[in-house]
């Protein structure tokens, strides 16, 4: 019998939500092991930290928390989030100290329309909605560069700074990234993103580093567009994307705009990864914690189990990363839908009918 392949997973489930739709990631990466006659096996070590942990100990991760994940295969992680810690607290704490500490640089998201799921726009179909969102995950307007001060004068003369950074190398390796992605897929056509008519100094260095990139790939069709224009022809050309590239503000709320586009934010899938492999890189569904319905068993699990096929392939298992896929498409179009796609399947149902559909191909 071949040997085992046994890649170690570090799980995150992290808040609300987070912690129904993870399992269902984690059974169908049993049932794909199970499947494997004993080719691949999943280990896990799972992580407590996340709004609860910071109420108990003042930490969102504890503080070797980095170092304990260094030697995962990869990291699950499901959503952060909770009424009683700010927002700013629980995603700088978790999220962002994992991703900026393992130089996750490039955050993929596709965009795409399954078989069964309806979409708001009225003329969308699986083939016009398919493109991937790249996202810059290291710097620019999540720097986290800035401070608040005068407030002893009175809170209405207070004053607050956040600055972006952008930097030649930030630009060019995603846009980088972006121009590879594009080689793979079925156009090859890269779009890049800035609002450099009003952000005269950071968004021209990005714009001049993505003509520069562009010139190295002739084989590959480019633009560039203001964000305010994307946000549009999300909507009105869908037809026209295929690899969209912005900054980590940009890119964050352009993925959130496809997700519905794509029929639920319930859907989109994300992958955090370090392209040069130096650390961990992270896969998570786009969604947060949403605790207006946790605890309801009624989240959508389609983001996160398309997430673990995007964590398979991140680990060379393509064909394993294709099956998931098939096995989403196969159970979206069966109908077997939670309530945010108009279904009446609970979290645990869509898990299971997506666990059974890997056995049946
Ligand atoms: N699973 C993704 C998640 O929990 N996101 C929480 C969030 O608020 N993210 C904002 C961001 O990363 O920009």
Not at 34 to 60: D, I, K, N, V
Not at 226 to 250: C, G
Request: hydrophobic share 45%; aromatic share 8%.
């Amino acid at each position: 019998m071949a040997e085992t392949r046994t890649f170690r997973i570090a799980v995150i489930p992290g808040d609300g939500i987070g912690a129904e739709v993870v399992p269902e990631g984690l059974r169908v990466l049993d049932r794909l092991a199970a499947l494997s006659g004993g080719r691949l096996a999943f280990a896990y070590e799972s992580f407590p930290w996340g709004c609860q942990h910071y109420l108990r100990t003042g930490r969102m991760m504890d503080a070797d928390g980095l170092e304990r994940l260094a030697g995962f295969d990869a990291i699950y992680f499901g959503a952060v989030g909770w009424p009683g810690v700010p927002d700013h607290v629980s995603l700088w704490g978790l999220r962002l100290a994992i991703c900026q500490g393992f130089d996750q640089y490039a955050c993929i998201r596709p965009v795409r329309l399954l078989p069964g799921v309806p979409s708001p726009l009225k003329t969308a179909t699986a083939e016009t909605v398919d493109w991937v969102v790249v996202r810059e995950n290291s710097e620019g307007e999540y720097a986290g560069i800035g401070g608040r001060n005068l407030a002893g004068r009175g809170a209405d003369r207070e004053v607050a700074i956040q600055t972006a950074l952008f930097t030649a190398q930030g630009c060019e390796r995603i846009i980088r990234y972006a121009f590879d992605l594009a080689r793979t897929r079925r156009r090859r056509k890269v779009t890049g993103v800035t609002k450099s008519n009003a952000q005269q100094y950071a968004m021209t260095l990005w714009d001049e580093t993505f003509a520069r990139v562009a010139a190295a790939y002739p084989d590959v069709e480019t633009e560039q567009w203001l964000v305010d224009a994307m946000a549009a022809r999300f909507v009105l050309r869908p037809e026209t994307l295929e690899v969209v590239v912005a900054s980590n503000l940009f890119g964050d709320i352009l993925s959130d705009l496809g997700s519905a586009i794509g029929g639920s934010l319930g859907i989109a899938a994300s992958a955090n990864l370090d392209p040069e492999r130096r650390h961990p890189s992270m896969f998570e569904p786009v969604h947060g914690s949403a605790p207006d319905i946790a605890g309801q068993g009624i989240a959508n699990p389609v983001a996160a189990i398309w997430t673990v096929a995007l964590m398979l392939d991140h680990l060379g298992l393509t064909a394993e990363a294709a099956l998931v896929m098939d096995a989403i498409a196969a159970t979206t179009e069966a109908g077997v839908l939670t309530p945010d796609l108009g279904g009446s399947a609970t979290t645990r149902e869509v898990g299971e009918a997506i666990a059974a559909a890997l056995g049946s191909r």
